[in-house]
């Protein structure tokens, strides 16, 4: 698939850099030798980089839903939900835990989750952050990070495609190989 050129105001992502993106941020985890409990992913752009993330570290992955970019077709940040409950494959969050989402923007979604967890789950002894990319006006600072992006731009992520894509035009879409 042939994407347009990157710029400062977008930045395009193929399937193959994102999974390299993804590889090399859990070997920046693995060689600052932080060991963690239990990973928590922010839904929905944080499920496949913690998914990864779990199986790499063979650690149990929570998943937290938060949404807030809804407004101006997703394009907009407005308020911050946070879900009332986390799921999670084994036990309860406890102990050593890194958070993990692909970004850090603004960074309100990452203070306000921070601020959350360790409300919701007191036995949470120590809590660090992972992203893929994480954008130069965030008022959050990641613990590990693959690219900062200085000038903020918007990143069109392979998925993207899937935002647009309704059942009823599926059959035609796979039809003519949109995948690339």
């Not at 600052?32 to 839904?43: P, R, Y």
């Amino acid at each position: 698939m042939n994407l347009p050129p990157s710029t400062d105001r977008d930045l395009w992502v193929s399937w193959d850099q994102y999974h390299s993106l993804i590889e090399r941020l859990a070997l920046s985890v693995f060689e600052a030798g932080w060991e963690f409990d239990n990973i928590v992913c922010l839904a929905r752009g944080g499920v496949r980089v913690g998914d990864v993330l779990s199986r790499i570290f063979d650690v149990p992955l929570g998943i937290l839903a938060t949404s807030s970019y809804r407004e101006a077709a997703g394009t907009q940040q407005g308020q911050l939900d946070i879900a009332q409950f986390i799921t999670i494959t084994r036990g309860t969050l406890e102990g050593r835990v890194l958070l993990v989402d692909d970004m850090v923007d603004t960074g309100l979604t990452f203070i306000k989750v921070g601020e959350h967890l360790r409300a919701q789950f007191p036995a949470i002894t120590e809590l660090r952050s992972a992203v893929l990319w994480w954008k130069g006006h965030s008022k959050a600072t990641p613990d590990y990070f693959v690219d900062k992006l200085p000038t903020n731009p918007w990143i069109h992520q392979p998925f993207e495609d899937y935002d647009s894509l309704r059942p009823h035009q599926l059959e035609a879409w796979v039809r003519k190989g949109k995948r690339g």
